[in-house]
């Protein structure tokens, strides 16, 4: 624990440099930030994925589940099965070998029946549910239950929906976007390996191999110039309070890359040696006017949180 508290501390430093024109640009009101330790057993595995929408939980290659009620508790352990979990959204969870696990009315987290065998690499649920895994594989609820569909004999390892309802598909070098059996190709303009996706109103943002970022303003995909060549494996979009007028981008990468940038701004960060073999994803809270929490999670049980307020004058 010793260790993790010292890497929060150490990404934390490194974050602050990152974010300090937030709070000096423009006139916006100043922000109090704290960084704080929320890890989980270390015998848990790698956190595969944290989940900010609604109450915040966690996944871990080590197959268990971790929820948050409120920023004051610490993540409790709901679940643990035999099978490596990749993916969590909103109480359903997903993982190798067509693995999905829900929690139900009762508070119970249940198993269901795998109408896969591929492994689960992602999943978006918002009343309407659907995951994406190896080979090309898309499984999405059904009144009848899951269905299973296959668009490609490559690695899909990230899905968005947007504000139209469409969901956009990560998938090596190519984007996917549409409904469920009704899917098109989408041309980005740039040969890049992409592995992750997220969005803000229209505005969408890929990552990838080599540092790549392309940004998706509603009309056009978008480069944009990395202070890196590691691979961008994560990327989250969270909204600092007092920003009214943007919002901010973080990516993670290999060799501990942390990147951040703001909607119209260039990507800045480092290459953190400090880093390297921990963290491996980030998530942030979105849509609150005065608080904002980005969540770095990793290898060991890691979850490491930064938690931004407004200054309220007197």
Same mark, same amino acid.
């Given at each position: 624990?010793?260790?993790?508290?010292?890497?929060?501390?150490?990404?934390?430093?490194?974050?602050?440099?990152?974010?300090?024109?937030?709070?000096?640009?423009?006139?916006?009101?100043?922000?109090?930030?704290?960084?704080?330790?929320?890890?989980?057993?270390?015998?848990?595995?790698?956190?595969?994925?944290?989940?900010?929408?609604?109450?915040?939980?966690?996944?871990?290659?080590?197959?268990?589940?971790?929820?948050?009620?409120?920023? $004051?508790?610490?993540?409790?352990?709901?679940?643990?099965? $035999?099978?490596?979990?990749?993916?969590?959204?909103?109480?359903?969870?997903?993982?190798?070998?067509?693995?999905?696990?829900?929690?139900?009315?009762?508070?119970?987290?249940?198993?269901?029946?795998?109408?896969?065998?591929?492994?689960?690499?992602?999943?978006?649920?918002?009343?309407?549910?659907?995951?994406?895994?190896?080979?090309? &594989?898309?499984?999405?609820?059904?009144?009848?239950?899951? $269905?299973?569909?296959?668009?490609?004999?490559?690695?899909?390892?990230?899905?968005?929906?947007?504000?139209?309802?469409?969901?956009?598909?990560?998938?090596?070098?190519?984007?996917?976007?549409?409904?469920?059996?009704?899917?098109?190709?989408?041309? &980005?303009?740039?040969?890049?390996?992409?592995?992750?996706?997220?969005?803000?109103?229209?505005?969408?943002?890929?990552?990838?191999?080599?540092?790549?970022?392309?940004?998706?303003?509603?009309?056009?995909?978008?480069?944009?110039?990395?202070?890196?060549?590691?691979?961008?494996?994560?990327?989250?979009?969270?909204?600092?309070?007092?920003?009214?007028?943007?919002?901010?981008?973080?990516?993670?990468?290999?060799?501990?890359?942390?990147?951040?940038?703001?909607?119209?701004?260039?990507?800045?960060?480092?290459?953190?040696?400090?880093?390297?073999?921990?963290?491996?994803?980030?998530?942030?809270?979105?849509?609150?006017?005065?608080?904002?929490?980005?969540?770095?999670?990793?290898?060991?049980?890691?979850?490491?949180?930064?938690?931004?307020?407004?200054?309220?004058?007197?």
């Amino acid at each position: 624990m010793i260790a993790v508290r010292r890497l929060c501390v150490l990404l934390a430093l490194g974050a602050i440099t990152l974010a300090t024109s937030c709070s000096e640009v423009g006139g916006r009101p100043p922000l109090r930030e704290e960084w704080y330790d929320d890890s989980v057993p270390a015998d848990v595995g790698t956190v595969s994925q944290l989940d900010t929408s609604g109450i915040s939980t966690a996944v871990s290659d080590g197959g268990a589940i971790f929820v948050k009620g409120n920023r $004051a508790s610490a993540f409790s352990e709901v679940f643990r099965g $035999a099978t490596p979990l990749r993916a969590i959204s909103r109480m359903i969870a997903v993982g190798d070998g067509g693995f999905i696990v829900r929690k139900r009315d009762d508070r119970t987290w249940t198993t269901e029946t795998p109408v896969t065998d591929r492994n689960l690499n992602a999943v978006w649920n918002d009343g309407e549910s659907l995951a994406v895994g190896d080979e090309g &594989t898309i499984v999405h609820d059904t009144e009848m239950g899951w $269905a299973v569909e296959t668009i490609a004999s490559t690695r899909l390892s990230s899905v968005w929906k947007d504000e139209q309802s469409q969901y956009w598909i990560v998938g090596g070098r190519t984007l996917w976007r549409g409904r469920p059996e009704a899917w098109q190709e989408v041309d &980005t303009g740039y040969d890049v390996e992409l592995r992750a996706i997220a969005g803000y109103g229209a505005d969408l943002w890929a990552v990838g191999e080599g540092g790549a970022i392309l940004g998706w303003n509603g009309f056009a995909w978008q480069r944009r110039s990395p202070p890196t060549t590691e691979n961008l494996r994560s990327v989250a979009i969270g909204h600092p309070p007092g920003l009214y007028d943007s919002y901010e981008v973080w990516a993670i990468g290999e060799q501990g890359t942390v990147l951040r940038w703001l909607r119209d701004g260039q990507p800045e960060g480092v290459t953190r040696p400090e880093l390297v073999g921990r963290v491996v994803g980030v998530a942030a809270e979105l849509f609150h006017p005065t608080t904002e929490t980005v969540w770095f999670f990793g290898r060991d049980g890691l979850i490491c949180a930064r938690f931004r307020s407004l200054v309220i004058a007197n």
